[in-house]
């Protein structure tokens, strides 16, 4: 394996020190070339034993916008009919039944099946991963995200889950950015505020 090296200080301002989570979008169509592009870079990155929990639906039609918005809080609503893609980002509660295939070492799936709660917490945790992933795939590809969480999970499960094990984690507007939707950069404090070294 090659010796790797640090991004420029470009790279590093489109991923970190200069995005930011948009509330708003240019009308600029995301093209399902795109969406597959960013699913092809998050699907490598860790997950525990590979189990990759998270199940997502890019709603791109006004249909399925349509479908979502009333279940968000006033305010999301609007952002997420306004933005060319909003993604629920949902996690299969029997993730473990893929386990077989997705890591074939050992028998991973037993770890999981007689234990709903280490199920749970793994499907949480990892599909939580997953969504981060999700945003910096998209920033890597010059795309912009707008992550929510003001919306109704149950409600959402039945509209889009509905006889499924998989439920909603969060969700995340997706688009070339309006910078005009921004507020100011909210504070981010220095290592040692919230970071301790032993």
Known sequence: MSEKHPLD????????????????????DVSNAQMDA????????????????????????????KKLAPLTMPGNDEKIMQAPVSVIIGMDMEFYNELPELFPHTDAKSWFDSDPENARVTAFRNSSLQGAYFIMAARALGLDIGPLSGFDNAAVDEAFFAGTTIKSNFISTLGYGDESSIFERSPRPKFDKFNTIL
């Open 9 to 28: 200080q470009k790279s590093l301002d489109q991923l970190f020190n200069n995005a930011r989570s948009y509330n708003g979008y240019r009308d600029k």
């Open 38 to 65: 960013i699913w092809e870079l998050m699907k490598y990155a860790p997950t525990s034993a590979n189990c990759l929990p998270a199940r997502m639906i890019w709603c791109k039609s006004e249909e399925s916008k």
